[in-house]
């Protein structure tokens, strides 16, 4: 039984929808206490229907306070927009957004591009990491 335990401590988190403040504070405090495990956020804001998943209240609280207990953000083009106020439409506001999110605290980020127009943007991604940029497409 001990063995099965320790097989099941998890290795990295990856987080994906915090619905409001209370239970974004909760997560956070949880990520503190295992700040040696890396954690990817991936953020889910709204539904493919349009339907809201994450408070706006809750959107100003991740940016100001959960971003700098997480290795790593991956927001697509609208999450992006909306934690940043950035609108991605081309490489530049991509470069721009991430640079917003690490001003926020985020260590890294990958600006997911799958909702561009164009084709070849649509395989653009903006990674940061370790105070470099690195730009794929």
Avoid at 73 to 99: G, H, K, S, W, Y
Avoid at 108 to 123: F, I, M, Q, S, T
Wanted: aromatic share 8%; proline share 5%; net charge negative.
């Amino acid at each position: 039984c001990p063995r099965y335990v320790r097989r099941r401590i998890p290795k990295a988190v990856k987080v994906g929808m915090l619905p409001n403040c209370e239970i974004a504070a909760i997560v956070a405090d949880e990520l503190k206490a295992r700040s040696e495990l890396p954690v990817v956020f991936d953020p889910v804001l709204e539904s493919t229907s349009g339907l809201s998943l994450m408070d706006e209240d809750c959107v100003q609280w991740v940016r100001h306070e959960f971003f700098s207990h997480v290795s790593l953000v991956t927001p697509n083009l609208d999450e992006a927009r909306r934690f940043t106020n950035e609108i991605c439409q081309d490489r530049a506001d991509m470069i721009r957004a991430a640079e917003r999110f690490l001003s926020f605290g985020a260590p890294a980020v990958l600006v997911k591009g799958g909702h561009l127009a164009d084709e070849l943007a649509k395989r653009l991604q903006a990674v940061q990491y370790l105070q470099e940029m690195y730009v794929f497409g």
